[in-house]
């Protein structure tokens, strides 16, 4: 994924590479081409799942320099989640933070498509001074611009787009223009910061 931050000063974009990994080797891959940071996940030939406690300890000691987001998502499908779901998310975060995790990434919706404001809550209550990102389920909420307002209220530190060209589920073609030009607003007024998805080979 590359994000664009926009500094405090100069208001002038920099780009950090950060790159999604499910393995050893990959994470190698990511750090000798310049990764600034590793999406850490498992399974990601099912859009990414949470990786286990060894794996991110075992990348934490291996390069302490770099930072390491954390998949918190216990299953493929949807992203409305149960109680016992979410009590499992929980649990996971404290046990990420000890083997080394830098942030997390997560997103819940409830049934009608809308940001479930308990779960996401939780997540970034539980998460404490690491920064959590909001993942892809915006590309299926109802309403992805009123979802993203409430990832930002909630909490959220950034937020992932699709690859360039790829439309969100949820934006009709002819609201595209729209849809750029309230992401536009959105980033660059500092709110929140936003990253391609951009997986390593």
Known sequence: MTETTMTETAKKPTINLEICIDNMESADN??????????????????????????????????????????????AGNFVYTHDEMDSHIEEIEWLKKAGASGFVFGALTETGTLDRYACEAIVETAGS??????????????????????????????????????????????????KAQISKITNAGRVQSKDPKPAD
């Open 30 to 75: 990511a750090v000798a081409g310049g990764a600034d940071r590793l999406e850490v996940c498992s399974a990601l030939a099912l859009g990414g799942l949470t990786p286990s406690v060894g794996f991110v300890a075992t990348l934490h000691c291996k390069y302490p320099h770099v930072p390491l987001y954390c998949m918190l998502r216990q299953r």
């Open 130 to 179: 690491l920064p959590v990102t909001f993942h892809r389920a915006i590309d299926v909420a109802y309403d992805w611009k009123s979802t993203l307002e409430d990832a930002i209220d909630v909490g959220f530190k950034r937020w992932e787009k699709p690859p360039i060209g790829e439309p969100r589920y949820s934006e009709k073609p002819n609201t595209s223009g729209t849809g």
